[in-house]
């Protein structure tokens, strides 16, 4: 059984992207090596001043782009342009 997505994934409302867009290796991958806190689908969030944008960005700017990496940062960064806010879109 899988276990409850929490945290930052859950508070965001991103975890069937989270869950159909990855697979638990590259989810692995991502909090481990990647996002690096727990906070990503771990815990209760009640508040925060990040937006789901930012967070996906974020998520896709700790590594180098190796072939391997490259791939799972365009996944991101497509989910990230497809949630973008509107008034970031507006002014581009």
Same mark, same amino acid.
């Given at each position: 059984?899988? @276990?409850? *997505?929490?945290?930052? *994934? !859950? ?15 590259? @989810?692995? +991958? ?7 806190? $727990? ?5 209760? *969030?009640? !508040? ?10 974020? %998520?896709?700017?700790?590594? @180098? $782009?190796? $072939?391997?990496?490259? +791939?799972?940062?365009? @996944?991101?960064? !497509?989910? !990230?342009?497809? *949630?973008? $806010? %509107? ?6």
């Amino acid at each position: 059984m899988a @276990r409850k *997505i929490e945290g930052l *994934i !859950a508070y965001f409302g991103l975890q069937d992207w989270w869950l159909t867009e990855f697979s638990e290796t590259e @989810r692995e +991958r991502i909090e481990q090596d990647g996002f690096g806190k $727990p906070t990503l689908t771990h815990g209760t *969030i009640k !508040a925060t001043s990040h937006t789901a944008h930012s967070v996906i960005v974020a %998520m896709a700017g700790f590594w @180098r $782009p190796t $072939p391997e990496e490259e +791939r799972l940062i365009l @996944r991101l960064m !497509a989910k !990230a342009n497809e *949630i973008q $806010p %509107m008034n970031l879109k507006e002014t581009e």
